[in-house]
């Protein structure tokens, strides 16, 4: 039986009625209309789904409306924007990062919340923090690369 929810989204409310089960990724792009977070495997496995709910990373496919709603979400439209991206996002441009980009979402986001945690991180502990994303074009030591510089311009 759908319920109506208020969920705070990159600072605005948004009103969404659904089933309190319904993952908060299809209320995030099918509701309120968002082209982020990404559906990748459903399973809480890829990462491509990852949004911070209160500042923690969170795969958004396996976690219910319900859940998230009274808390703050942010997106990675959320995170930065065209004229003043976070770091992280500059970092990736920078770095060339990006091929298929379909997997980015979950990288960038969870290792902004890692790196909220971590201002100086090893090598080992960015691989540690980012361990279960998958990226089928293999940009992982770019993407090591990326996060090390973010965390050299936010330090």
């Not at 459903?42 to 949004?51: D, K, N, R």
């Not at 409306?65 to 439209?77: D, M, P, R, S, Y």
């Not at 691989?127 to 510089?149: D, M, S």
Request: with cysteine.
């Amino acid at each position: 039986m759908a319920e109506k929810f208020t969920l705070r989204v990159n600072g605005t409310d948004h009103a969404v009625e659904a089933d309190p089960d319904m993952p908060l990724l299809y209320a995030l792009r099918d509701n309120i209309g968002l082209s982020n977070p990404h559906f990748g495997c459903g399973l809480s496995q890829c990462g491509a789904c990852t949004v911070h709910v209160d500042g923690e990373a969170t795969r958004s496919c396996v976690t219910p409306i319900a859940k998230a709603a009274g808390h703050e979400i942010v997106t990675l439209q959320g995170l930065g924007t065209p004229d003043k991206p976070h770091p992280l996002q500059a970092a990736y441009i920078e770095e060339q990062v990006v091929q298929c980009g379909y997997c980015l979402n979950g990288w960038v986001m969870t290792a902004a919340a890692f790196l909220n945690k971590n201002k100086k991180p090893s090598d080992a502990e960015i691989r540690q923090a980012l361990t279960g994303l998958k990226c089928r074009c293999g940009t992982h030591t770019a993407i090591v690369r990326a996060v090390k510089r973010a965390a050299d311009k936010m330090a």
